[in-house]
């Protein structure tokens, strides 16, 4: 049964849900990823609520996956296309561009990070302020792209005209259901319109920090979500935005 505010498109659902089944039929596991919107005004009731799947998984993403399950550098010098596993930077930059900088490792997301670290050094977490990594919103309503590598138009952090104060990243929220053999981590962070005005959201987006053997570290793209509709914040209201991402084993 469909949850109240779940938002996604029918026909679109009907088709992940087979994809789904036939995951568990064929012994592969299958990731789910979904984007939820809350909003609430400065009284602090809730003004909005939806659910929707996250679909728009990037270029950046998979390449960045393959390469760490391969344990491989990057390829295909200044392309970011099908068959080079490049990344490409929020600035524009694609690595690697020549002078041989290969990936070295994803700032946080190695030995030396432990669970309670909140740290802007940690995965797709972000401390207060940080509009580099973490969850970050936009206003642009330009379509999907999987070759995507920048929001259209990033709120900044602030106060000021246009701006939202961003809070720090909740800690990952890990679950696992048994019966189902479902794996879930939860990913929130709130963000807060203290502009004065009522600003209107369109895109949200992951980032990430990726650090490089000799280029430094640059803010990654993996996903970009494109609303259906204007979600809209009012002055000295609150965003609410969570990112589930599952693992449905198949055994």
């Given amino acids: 049964m469909q949850e109240e505010n779940y938002t996604e498109d029918p026909k679109l659902e009907s088709k992940y849900r087979r994809f789904e089944k036939l995951g568990t039929e064929l012994k592969m596991p299958v990731f789910r990823a979904f984007l939820g919107?809350?909003?609430?005004?400065?009284?602090?009731?809730?003004?909005?609520?939806?659910?929707?799947?996250?679909?728009?998984?990037?270029?950046?993403?998979?390449n960045f996956l393959f390469s760490q399950m391969n344990?491989?550098?990057?390829?295909?010098?200044?392309l970011f296309e099908a068959g080079a596993i490049s990344l490409r930077w929020t600035n524009g930059n694609i690595y690697p561009n020549g002078s041989n900088w290969g990936l070295n490792?994803?700032?946080?997301?190695?030995?030396?990070?432990?669970?309670?670290?909140?740290?802007?050094?940690?995965?797709?977490?972000?401390?207060a302020g940080a509009t580099d990594k973490g969850i970050i919103v936009g206003t642009n309503n330009f379509p999907e792209s999987f070759d995507g590598y920048v929001l259209g138009a990033t709120i900044t952090n602030g106060s000021g005209a246009g701006q939202m104060d961003y809070a720090q990243s909740d800690l990952h929220s890990l679950n696992y259901d048994a019966p189902t053999k479902t794996l879930t981590d939860t990913l929130i962070?709130?963000?807060?319109?203290?502009?004065?005005?009522?600003?209107?959201?369109?895109?949200?987006?992951?980032?990430?920090?990726?650090?490089?053997?000799s280029a430094g570290t640059g803010s990654i793209m993996f996903s970009r979500d494109l609303l259906a509709s204007t979600v809209t914040v009012p002055n000295t209201g609150q965003l609410k935005v969570t990112y589930t991402i599952q693992l449905a084993y198949p055994a």
């Fill in 37 to 62: 919107m809350e909003v609430r005004n400065g009284e602090g009731d809730i003004i909005h609520s939806h659910r929707q799947r996250s679909h728009s998984w990037n270029r950046n993403a998979y």
């Fill in 71 to 78: 344990a491989y550098g990057l390829t295909g010098t200044n």
């Fill in 105 to 127: 490792k994803v700032a946080g997301w190695d030995e030396d990070i432990n669970v309670n670290d909140r740290s802007t050094n940690t995965g797709l977490l972000a401390t």
């Fill in 189 to 213: 962070r709130y963000i807060n319109n203290n502009s004065g005005a009522s600003i209107g959201v369109n895109e949200v987006a992951l980032y990430g920090r990726v650090k490089f053997s």
